[in-house]
């Protein structure tokens, strides 16, 4: 970290808004151990989906790392944008520490769990060949579209040992009515950490980790 001089800069920063209090705030699937909900993805994964529309959008995967000790605070990858990033230079120095970038899945959904009325949330999740994602994607290719279908989503596990069954229904005999659904916007969710804050973030010396864009299961 950089070394801070003056009173006024120490204030200024010691008075800097924690990332918490600017993240937007949204609701995220959570699902406990063994609970299972109908959902409807909200947004397709192509725009060549018979199904896809503008206003709704495309999910997104993303390239992001991990503090390996406190899975909360993970961060999109900057290495694009900024041509470095902390995590990255952590990941180089050793490989086998666990600050490798890992792509992620980020996806509105329309979550029925018996409990409450229907409601829009966030689902995010790794992605791999053992995820659900790849159960969602292989149905995409198939079908041309995930959004004109319910699926039964079923939690197992908990922390890093989570993973989801992902099984469809029937599509849709008639078009789903999308007029009320509002998602939230999935760019504004991500966690985006300029590079000269990363560390800082990564480390925990930025606050408690209560942020929206971060409270996730796994």
């Known amino acids: 970290m950089s070394v801070i001089k003056g009173l006024k800069n120490i204030n200024a920063l010691l008075d800097k808004p924690k990332y918490d209090e600017n993240s937007p705030k949204v609701r995220?699937?959570?699902?406990?151990?063994?609970?299972?909900a109908k959902i409807r993805f909200i947004e397709e994964l192509d725009e060549d989906s018979a199904n896809y529309n503008a206003d709704r959008g495309l999910a997104l995967v993303v390239k992001e790392h991990t503090n390996p000790k406190d899975y909360k605070r993970k961060a999109v990858d900057t290495m694009e944008s900024e041509g470095r990033d902390w995590?990255?230079?952590?990941?180089?120095?050793?490989?086998?520490?666990?600050?490798?970038?890992r792509l992620r899945f980020y996806c509105n959904v329309l979550v029925d769990d018996g409990i409450e009325a229907p409601y829009v949330a966030i689902w995010?999740?790794?992605?791999?060949?053992?995820?659900?994602?790849?159960t969602i994607r292989e149905y995409a290719l198939e079908t041309g579209s995930i959004s004109n279908v319910v699926w039964k989503v079923k939690?197992?596990?908990?922390?890093?040992?989570?993973?989801?069954?992902?099984?469809?229904?029937?599509?849709?005999?008639?078009?789903?009515?999308?007029?009320?659904?509002?998602?939230?916007?999935?760019?504004?969710?991500?966690?985006?950490?300029?590079?000269?804050?990363?560390?800082?973030f990564y480390l925990g010396f930025d606050g408690p980790t209560t942020s929206s864009a971060t409270n996730v299961d796994w």
């Open 155 to 200: 939690r197992n596990g908990q922390g890093t040992e989570t993973s989801y069954t992902t099984i469809p229904s029937a599509p849709d005999t008639e078009p789903f009515k999308w007029a009320d659904i509002k998602p939230y916007p999935l760019e504004l969710a991500l966690k985006k950490i300029p590079y000269a804050e990363q560390e800082a």
């Open 124 to 134: 995010s999740m790794g992605v791999s060949k053992q995820s659900a994602f790849n």
């Open 87 to 101: 995590a990255e230079e952590m990941h180089r120095k050793d490989p086998k520490a666990g600050w490798r970038a």
């Open 28 to 36: 995220w699937l959570k699902l406990a151990d063994g609970q299972a």
